[in-house]
């Protein structure tokens, strides 16, 4: 790539022939923008321009018409935004809309495409300074079709995936810990590791298209 510019949070679709990925751009002239690669043909179709021009961890719908990423809502004041929101555009570049907000950097499909589930933040209101920014207030689901959202887990959850048979939720706790979750809530959660604390930058957890395991 040129200099100060870097590709990111690539993301294959159900077809294997695309992928999907933020280009960063060093600059304040410049906006980051989202970009689909099709890998038979080698061309680059770039979307429009996202809201505050900070997308990041774009997916795809399982059927590969429509891509969901986090990005800014803006603010009242010019450059200014009110937190995360989730936001869907198709590959065309048309239709580009929220569908909800409070949504933190991790976000994954139900299989079936009908639902996405998310991060859930909301802003700590604490004084002290210490604190973080947002804080995590558990999995939440929405629905693509109406917006209406329903709570998975009341406990802090990051980078949840959705299993492919559509059953389960995996996700990290952020620690030591992957836990799986009923998809619909119910019966509680499980651990099913129990490792050292990993850094951050650790690979997202995954479940194994074949077997429904998680890796």
């Known amino acids: 790539s040129p200099a100060g ?3 990111v949070a690539p993301s294959w ?3 294997g022939e695309r992928i999907v990925y933020v280009r960063y751009w060093d600059g304040t002239d410049r906006e980051n923008r989202i970009r689909i690669l099709d890998l038979r043909s080698g061309r680059v179709e770039t979307l429009p321009a996202t809201p ?5 961890g774009p997916i795809w719908s399982p059927d590969g018409s429509t891509i969901a ?16 929101g989730l936001y869907l555009i198709s590959t065309s570049g048309e239709d580009l809309r929220l569908l909800t ?3 933190g950097s991790n976000t994954s499909y139900s299989p079936d495409g ?3 589930v998310f991060e859930r933040w909301v802003p700590n209101l604490s004084d002290d300074p210490a604190e973080a920014e947002h804080a995590t207030v558990g999995l939440w689901a929405v629905n693509v079709a109406t917006g209406s959202r329903r709570q998975i887990t009341d406990v802090d959850g990051q980078v949840p995936q959705w299993s ?4 389960l939720i995996a996700y990290s706790d952020g620690a ?3 836990w799986v979750v009923n998809a619909d809530g119910t019966g509680g959660r499980r651990a099913v590791t129990d490792l050292p604390r990993i850094p951050a930058s650790h690979p997202r957890p995954r479940c194994s298209a074949r077997s429904g395991r998680r890796t």
């Open 101 to 103: 907000d409070e949504v």
């Open 164 to 167: 492919p048979d559509g059953r």
């Open 69 to 84: 990423f986090v990005d800014g809502i803006p603010g009242d004041e010019p450059g200014t935004f009110a937190g995360n």
């Open 13 to 15: 679709a159900r077809d």
């Open 176 to 178: 030591a810990a992957i």
């Open 52 to 56: 505050v021009g900070f997308p990041s």
């Open 114 to 116: 009908r639902e996405i």
């Open 5 to 7: 510019i870097d590709a």
